[in-house]
C-alpha cells in the first residue's frame, strides 16, 4: 500500500472514530433527559447531530475511492495465492525427480533451499494482502452505518411505540367482528339444510326458522311439540268416510241378478222357441253373439239388456 493509500485511510480511521464519539454522546443525553430543560437539551443534541452528519458526509466521501482499494487487493490476492501454488508444485516436481535419481543430493538440495524461500517469501505477501483487505473491509462496514437518531425522535418513537399497546387501530379492531360474523353466517346456511322439523318429513330453511321465532344465538332450544292424542275408532270411521266422499265415483258393474218376476231365460223359454230365433244381440263386453231374448251373455255373463 503506497504513502497516499496510507494517509487516506487514516483520514478515514480518524474520521469513523469521531463519528462514533458523537455518537456515544447523544446517546448519553438520554440518560440526562429528566435532570435537564427539554430546550437545553435540544440545543446540544442539535449541535451533536450538526457534527455527525458533517463526519458521516465526509465519510462518504471516501466510499468510492475504498471500493477501489478492497477490488484492487482482492486481484492481487488472487494472482499472489496462485503464484504460492505454482512455487510449490516446482518444489514437489523437483523432489520427485531427485527421489527417482534425475538430480545429485547436492542439487536437490540447492533447489529445495530456493524453492523454499520464494513459497515463504510469497506466503509473507500474501498474508500482508489479506491482512489488507480485512481492514478496508472493516473499515467499509463501519463508514456504512449510519448515525443514530436524535434524542427527540427516539423519544418520540418510544412514546408511539408504547402508545400503540394501550390503543388499537379502530378498523383492526372492527373487522375482527366482521370476520366472526362472516363466519358465523356460512355456517348458518350450512346448517339450514341440516335442520328438520320434529317429524323428520322436511328440512327446515332459514326464513322458516325465523317465521317460527325461532332465535338461533338463544342458549335454550325450542320446546318439543306434544305428542298426538290416539285416534279413537269413531274418528277414524268418520275420517274414513270424508276420504270415501272426497273420492270421485267409481264404475260399479250392474247387478247380475235378474229383475223381480222375471226367471232365468234358458228355463223360461223353450228350446224350439230359441231355435227359430237367431243370435243377433252381440255381447257389449266380448263381442259374442247371443239371442235377442236374453238377458246375460252367455259366454261372459254380462248383461245384455241395456242393448
Do not use: F
Not at 446540544?44 to 462518504?60: C, F, K, M, P, T
Request: contains cysteine.
Amino acid at each position: 500500500m503506497n504513502k497516499a493509500k496510507t494517509n487516506a485511510l487514516d483520514a478515514l480511521r480518524a474520521l469513523i472514530a469521531e463519528r462514533q464519539q458523537y455518537e456515544q454522546w447523544i446517546s448519553t443525553l438520554e440518560s440526562k433527559r429528566d435532570s435537564t430543560p427539554a430546550h437545553v437539551l435540544e440545543k446540544v443534541n442539535a449541535d451533536y447531530e450538526s457534527r455527525l452528519d458533517r463526519v458521516v458526509g465526509e465519510i462518504s466521501g471516501y466510499a468510492e475511492e475504498l471500493q477501489l482499494s478492497i477490488t484492487t487487493l482482492s486481484s492481487r490476492l488472487i494472482e499472489v495465492a496462485r503464484e504460492e501454488d505454482t512455487k510449490r508444485d516446482t518444489l514437489q516436481e523437483a523432489e520427485l525427480r531427485a527421489a527417482v535419481g534425475e538430480y545429485e543430493p547436492a542439487r536437490w538440495e540447492e533447489l529445495r533451499l530456493e524453492g523454499q524461500r520464494e513459497i515463504d517469501r510469497i506466503g509473507g505477501d500474501r498474508e500482508r494482502l489479506d491482512n489488507e483487505l480485512a481492514e478496508l473491509r472493516s473499515i467499509q462496514t463501519l463508514s456504512a452505518v449510519g448515525s443514530r437518531p436524535p434524542v427527540g425522535n427516539v423519544a418520540s418513537g418510544a412514546q408511539r411505540v408504547d402508545g400503540k399497546a394501550d390503543r388499537e387501530d379502530p378498523q383492526v379492531v372492527g373487522a375482527i367482528p366482521d370476520a366472526r360474523a362472516s363466519s358465523a353466517d356460512g355456517e348458518s346456511d350450512e346448517g339450514d339444510e341440516r335442520v328438520v322439523d320434529g317429524d323428520g318429513n322436511r328440512n327446515v330453511t332459514a326464513a322458516e326458522s325465523e317465521k317460527a321465532g325461532i332465535d338461533a344465538v338463544a342458549p335454550e332450544r325450542a320446546p318439543v311439540a306434544a305428542a298426538a292424542p290416539p285416534v279413537t275408532a269413531s274418528a277414524a270411521s268418520a275420517a274414513a268416510s270424508e276420504a270415501a266422499s272426497a273420492e270421485p265415483p267409481s264404475r260399479t258393474r250392474p247387478s247380475r241378478t235378474p229383475p223381480k218376476g222375471i226367471s232365468s231365460g234358458k228355463a223360461a223359454r223353450p228350446a224350439d222357441a230359441r231355435a227359430d230365433q237367431s243370435k243377433t244381440l252381440k255381447c257389449p263386453e266380448c263381442g259374442t253373439p247371443n239371442h235377442p231374448t236374453e238377458w246375460y251373455c252367455e259366454r261372459c255373463g254380462g248383461e245384455l239388456a241395456t242393448m
